[in-house]
């Protein structure tokens, strides 16, 4: 299932207007009011979702396979594909499934109850995938992770999950506390997913398993949800 939900992020990515790859949602000014209006229809919108509105009610899901850009998406699979595999063969297919869309589904209601006002629309599969780094840091704390350090000129360097995951929540949590209203990234909505998959995996699962390594390199903390 991994890397179903992977094609079919990249599918729904390559079919919509922030691809800029389909002609028939136009260039320009057009392919932008389409984008807009793309986002706002699939996205999750705080203010909107809950005025009791079934369909408002169903973005939380329907934005876990919208991105807002190629960088945006690249990130999010890269991560997906790093850790999602080994993290499904311990949970199996149908769990994993559930897991990944129901911590993704929690992840942006959270952040939209802490931001109720806001008019932006959400989008993006970060909150299903941090679910997914703290499932794993939890079941495989002792696995060797390949990073890609940018002060160490993108060196590739081996450190422990539980030096790595961890890492990378600190640092959601710092931008967390600078992250404004406005257009950008939802850092609470990592926050909340990354602790729902470590709990989950805290609850349902046994011990850890034995040191193990990661078999490709994340890079430095993928964007996460867009605020387009």
Known sequence: MTYSLIALCCVVFLAGPASGLNPAYGTGDGLLAAQRAYFRHWGVIPADLFEGSAGAALTPATALFVHGSWVHLLGNMLFLYVFGAMTEERMGRVRFTLFYVGCGYLALLGYAVANADSGQSLVGASGAIS????????????????????????????????????FWAALQWLAA???????????LAHLIGFALGFGYATVRHGRPTSPTRVKAAPAPPAEGENQP
Do not use: I, M
């Open 131 to 166: 679910a997914v780094l703290g499932a794993f840091l939890y079941l495989f704390p002792r696995a060797r992770v390949t990073s890609l350090l940018p002060f160490l000129f993108f060196l590739p360097v081996r450190f422990p999950a539980w030096v790595v995951l961890p």
């Open 177 to 187: 506390g600078r992250a404004s209203d406005g257009p950008g990234v939802a850092y």
